[in-house]
């Protein structure tokens, strides 16, 4: 796999990875078993109005020593086989785009690596930068956009950008697409919230100025706000052991009030489905950590609900996942076996047709469930 630069005639912006409008939908989704199972089970009317962010969940201690081909191009067959011909923004998360990766003719950066390898397996994808990259990854981004001519995704924090020297957004993010010789029009906004913490209270009228202000500097080829209130963790009084909890999705409320705001351009919704950005705790099917609860998280129109065990994994072992499947089914906010994958999971492990799983299953059939919602609320929103 030769780092050979091949020149396409495409434009960047002739691809278009978002749809104009309110009905399409952003994932920001991590390289989990229960994120593939998710979108390898997702419906094409699903499919029609999803983009997914896929983030390369690298090792928690990588090491110095260099990746193997093999381990790299593993991540991204993963990828190609849940996201198969749809487009994608393809990044990475826990992972340095500059970490070596031992191939046939020297090391190589695991970034150029991951795109190569993401080309020949066909995948559609947009590789996603930041203003933070250095030289050396921004090169990387700019050698996969003159080769493949679907341009690129800049990630902005909206709430975290400080430049030292005092340049404003503008500048910053011109110097940013003319690093890597893109036009606004083959250029991708994702406005990253993060964490949207109960701590931090942000409003429209707060919010859409922001927006105004990088929707200004050009003609973006799509705008997508991200962001999701839900927690790393449910302890600590978050969902008490042994009740169902309810959490709002401050993410889509704020998305929703945006457009009372005035804002100049609405951004296409975009959240991390059921996850927090950062990734959860690593740990091997069946090996369960000491004090950890299951739980399953269940997307309804303006809540997350959540039943969660009483007592710890390694006491009830899965179990437990049966008994909170019987709690879920029995709650109105339940959608009914047939409406997705996930749904259908929950419903034959609650009826004891299968097998409970671990925590990545009910992970799958939770992220499952979220899609084919956010995409049922975002139609009803475009047909009003």
């Known amino acids: ?18 749809p104009a409008g309110t009905g399409h939908y952003v994932a920001a989704l991590q390289t989990k078993p229960g994120e593939f199972n998710a979108l390898l089970n997702a419906s094409p009317q699903t499919w ?11 090792p928690k201690g990588p090491g110095a020593e260099p990746f193997t081909r093999n381990r ?3 991540w991204v067959k993963k990828v190609a086989a849940a996201v198969d011909t749809h487009p994608c923004f393809l990044d990475v998360l826990r992972l340095g785009p500059n970490h070596p990766t031992a191939m046939k003719d020297g090391n190589r950066p695991v970034l150029s690596v991951i795109h190569a390898t993401a080309r020949q397996r ?13 030289k050396a990854t921004t090169a990387q981004i700019a050698d996969t956009v003159a080769s493949d001519g679907r341009g690129v995704a800049l990630r902005y924090s909206v709430l975290g950008t400080v430049d030292a020297d005092g340049r404003g957004a503008e500048a910053l993010v011109k110097e940013a697409l003319h ?10 906004l994702l406005m990253d919230l993060a964490y949207l913490s109960e701590d931090v209270e942000i409003d429209p009228e707060f919010l859409a100025p922001m927006i105004d202000e990088l929707v200004a500097i050009g003609p973006w080829r799509s705008v997508v706000l991200l962001g999701t209130s839900m927690p ?21 409320l704020l998305w929703s009030a945006l457009s009372q705001s005035g804002v100049s351009r609405m951004p296409t919704f975009g959240d991390y489905a059921i996850q927090h950005p950062e990734p959860p705790m690593d740990a091997v099917e069946g090996q369960i950590p000491l ?3 299951g739980a399953i998280r269940y997307t309804h129109e303006t809540e997350t609900v959540i ?17 909170l499947c019987e709690i879920l089914i029995g709650q109105p906010e339940f959608a009914g076996r047939d409406f997705t994958w996930g749904d259908r999971q929950i419903a034959e492990c609650a009826a004891g047709e299968c097998e409970p799983g671990w925590e990545d299953h009910w992970r799958g059939a939770g992220t499952s469930h979220h899609l084919r919602h956010v995409v049922e609320q975002l139609s009803g929103i475009s047909r009003n």
């Not at 066909?122 to 250095?134: G, I, T």
């Not at 969902?239 to 401050?250: D, F, K, Q, T």
């Open 232 to 252: 790393r963790s449910l302890g600590g009084g978050i969902v008490v052991a042994g009740s169902i909890g309810r959490l709002p999705r401050r993410e889509w």
């Open 122 to 134: 066909k995948l559609a994808f947009v590789p996603v930068m930041r203003l933070s990259d250095a």
């Open 48 to 58: 029609a109005h999803l983009t997914p962010l896929i983030e390369i969940v690298g």
């Open 72 to 74: 790299v191009e593993g």
């Open 179 to 188: 690093s890597v010789q893109v036009e606004f029009t083959g250029a991708d």
């Open 1 to 18: 796999m030769a780092n050979t630069l091949q020149l396409t005639l495409t434009r960047p912006e002739d691809f278009q990875p978002v």
């Open 291 to 293: 004090g950890i609860r």
């Open 307 to 323: 039943p969660r065990a009483k007592a710890p994994r390694h006491e009830e072992g899965r179990e437990q996942y049966r008994q």
